[in-house]
Antibody, heavy 119, light 108 residues
């Protein structure tokens, strides 16, 4: 059973870069899943940020596309999110998740990590 | 606003049946997946595809679809079903994934 765990700084300065990693255990990032990032601002709903496949193919939500980069590290069995030029609006719980093999749902989620953007 | 529309809040009497809906153009082509989220916890997948339940999910949960609307049905709601429920599918162009705004379910 695949398990996911997010890690990264809990505090990022405005205009800086948010960098998070999701460690994959019980499976391989080389498996045929889409590795996904979702965020949730305090008291708000879920926002799909984007996803990446082990081949490097990716898809990002249009509203964040110019600031987001995702990558896969096969050697470390993890995948990562970078979000540039952050503002207070990027303050949220960030979740990593994986899709089913068919890609039609997010069947495994990490516990989430809170990131606050503040000086 | 999201390309998938959900009622903000729904209530159900203990033991009764409740339907939570998700409306969007992409649902004419794609099924919705449904997630339960309790306070302070990560979302949990409860229904996906035509009507599939992951292992460990109660058979009180089922899904259906008609036209541009997907539904999550909870039959015989229990107190532990009180949570926020999110649907997910494709955006109106079907190019990207998207979540609905969420429905807060109260079990009375």
């Amino acid at each position: 059973q695949v398990q996911l765990q997010e890690s990264g700084p809990g505090l990022v300065k405005p205009s800086g870069t948010l960098s998070l990693t999701c460690a994959v255990s019980g499976g391989s990032v080389n498996n045929s899943f889409w590795w996904t990032w979702v965020r949730q601002p305090p008291g708000e709903g879920l926002e799909w940020i984007g996803e990446i496949y082990h081949t490097g193919a990716n898809d990002y939500t249009p509203s964040l596309k110019t600031r987001v980069t995702m990558s896969v590290d096969k050697a470390k069995n993890q995948f990562s999110l970078k979000l540039d030029f952050v503002t207070a609006a990027d303050t949220a719980i960030y979740y990593c998740a994986k899709t089913t093999r068919a890609g039609d749902a997010f069947d495994v989620w990490g516990p989430g990590t809170m990131v606050t953007v503040s000086s | 606003s999201s390309d998938l529309t959900q009622d903000r809040a729904v209530s159900v009497a203990l033991g009764q049946t409740v339907r939570i809906t998700c409306q969007g153009h992409s649902l004419k082509t794609y099924y919705a997946s449904w997630y339960q989220q309790k306070p302070g916890q990560a979302p949990v997948l409860v229904i996906y595809g035509k009507n599939n339940r992951p292992s460990g999910i109660s058979d009180r949960f089922s899904g259906s679809s008609s036209g541009d609307t997907g539904s999550l049905i909870i039959t015989g709601a229990q107190a532990e079903d009180e949570a926020e429920y999110f649907c997910s599918s494709r955006d109106k162009t079907a190019d990207h994934r998207v979540f609905g705004g969420g429905t807060k379910l109260t079990v009375l």
